[in-house]
DNA sequence: TAAAGGTTACGTCATTTGACGTTTGTGAAG
DNA sequence: CTTCACAAACGTCAAATGACGTAACCTTTA
């Protein structure tokens, strides 16, 4: 869906509100949508939208609570857009949190082999440090990563700690995580890249080399997979 | 609550998700929190997380969602708050959306006189531009965007354009907003101030008038009063 | 002062949820 | 080869949802 993010927002509200109808009146009330209209999109008669919103009905499901947020956004998109113009504006800001897959601190630190072991990866350039500690890692979708975010998005992703370990996802030869990493002046203690089709991009090697950073690809078939052998880490 | 914005994030997912079920594994397994572990805490059978994350059970109320979404943060909190951590980090990025009670863009140009008017509103300085365009308005809580936001952050709040009405709430005396403007080079082409306790700040007014900015004062009780007076422009 | 539009309040009823306990798979660890 | 822990699969049942329709209740506005 295009206005994911409002849309996940509203419902997370609504969810966690200890007064749920409350809170769909609120965005009701936000978008400028009568009770009628609602439930005239949700084919429903207008007194459920009442009983929600004077807590008859106290807990609404999760399809119910998806049906009235899809609902306001689609009235207000027939209208232009108004109000998911200017909250999209608001909502940028968590762009990319779609584009990390996993992250996570250790309790205690790793080593780089121990990471490369569970990742079921292959050493590209740097073999020499195997005994480095690893403080924790962060798997990123490359693709949307690359693409879709700003260089300063781009090192927030990075967390706090400067010694993890970072895996590039959907990879295609791995010129551009490199050089992500290299122009946001990123210091992992490991990078590793998945996905790759064919043979590394010799460039890639290079800056590795040049940055001595320690460089590996994984062998780990589908990146589900790749996810759930790190979470065992720890 | 303390990580009120990944509890939002994993609430709306969960909600939104057609197959809900699926996404509640997904963040159990985020927390590395067993099916046993997570329904001793929720004081429910384990066959109860079963029965939703296969699928049987399809559509959790709000109640429950809630309670899982709840459970799972505070049995990470207590072993460290490893996971928390490390998306809390990444959540960091929507904390200014609550700084903000309203924001809008006009279908018309509206006149800055008509915006006073509706906001019950009061001129403390600039009285001459009573005709000028408004194009939208944004009403945000002073406190927390000016205790809680960085300056990158402020002048985000404000949208594109640059001729809108900026309402502050909650205001003292009107020093730091005035303050906030000029710091961020924000140039709204109106600003209203509500809450003030008894007189405006003459730091406040002579800033005002310096940076030839319309100031006013609304006299509406309540801010959810002002807000929905407010919703009824356009 | 009616009419209109929006909202609340009920009464009713089939379908689901929320919950239990027991049983049946399924890997790892001994 | 067994155990153990984890998860899936049922069967069951009271309570709540999801839904309807109608009547009552407020504000505007004609």
Same mark, same amino acid.
């Given at each position: 869906?295009?206005?994911?993010?409002?849309?996940?927002?509203?419902?997370?509200?609504?969810?966690?509100?200890?007064?749920?109808?409350?809170?769909?009146?609120?965005?009701?009330?936000?978008?400028?949508?009568?009770?009628?209209?609602?439930?005239?999109?949700?084919?429903?008669?207008?007194?459920?939208?009442?009983?929600?919103?004077?807590?008859?009905?106290?807990?609404?499901?999760?399809?119910?609570?998806?049906?009235?947020?899809?609902?306001?956004?689609?009235?207000?998109?027939?209208?232009?857009?108004?109000?998911?113009?200017?909250?999209?504006?608001?909502?940028?800001?968590?762009?990319?949190?779609?584009?990390?897959?996993?992250?996570?601190?250790?309790?205690?630190?790793?080593?780089?082999?121990?990471?490369?072991?569970?990742?079921?990866?292959?050493?590209?350039?740097?073999?020499?440090?195997?005994?480095?500690?690893?403080?924790?890692?962060?798997?990123?979708?490359?693709?949307?990563?690359? *693409?879709?975010? !700003?260089?300063?998005? %781009?090192?927030? $992703?990075? =967390? #706090?700690?400067?010694?993890? +370990? @970072?895996?590039?996802?959907?990879?295609?030869?791995?010129?551009?995580?490199?050089?992500?990493?290299?122009?946001?002046? *990123?210091?992992? !203690?490991?990078?590793? %890249?998945?996905? $790759?089709? =064919? #043979?590394?991009?010799?460039? +890639? @090697?290079?800056?590795?080399?040049?940055?001595?950073?320690?460089?590996?690809?994984?062998?780990?078939?589908?990146?589900?997979?790749?996810? !759930?052998?790190?979470?065992?880490?720890?």
């Amino acid at each position: 869906m295009k206005n994911e993010k409002l849309a996940i927002r509203m419902a997370g509200e609504i969810s966690l509100a200890e007064n749920p109808g409350v809170v769909i009146k609120k965005w009701r009330d936000i978008f400028n949508i009568s009770q009628k209209e609602l439930s005239r999109k949700l084919q429903v008669s207008p007194s459920v939208i009442s009983d929600y919103e004077s807590g008859r009905r106290k807990s609404p499901g999760t399809k119910f609570v998806s049906r009235i947020v899809t609902s306001l956004l689609v009235v207000d998109e027939g209208r232009g857009g108004k109000v998911i113009k200017e909250y999209g504006k608001l909502m940028e800001g968590t762009k990319f949190f779609e584009a990390i897959l996993a992250i996570k601190e250790f309790a205690e630190p790793r080593k780089i082999k121990e990471i490369i072991r569970v990742s079921e990866s292959e050493f590209l350039v740097g073999e020499k440090n195997l005994d480095n500690a690893v403080y924790g890692y962060t798997v990123v979708d490359s693709v949307k990563a690359i *693409l879709e975010l !700003s260089p300063l998005e %781009l090192s927030m $992703i990075y =967390g #706090s700690t400067t010694q993890r +370990a @970072l895996f590039f996802t959907r990879v295609k030869r791995g010129r551009s995580p490199l050089l992500a990493i290299k122009l946001t002046s *990123l210091r992992p !203690s490991l990078v590793v %890249l998945h996905g $790759i089709e =064919g #043979s590394p991009d010799p460039l +890639a @090697l290079e800056l590795a080399k040049r940055e001595r950073l320690p460089l590996a690809f994984s062998h780990v078939d589908t990146v589900e997979n790749l996810v !759930s052998k790190l979470r065992e880490l720890d």
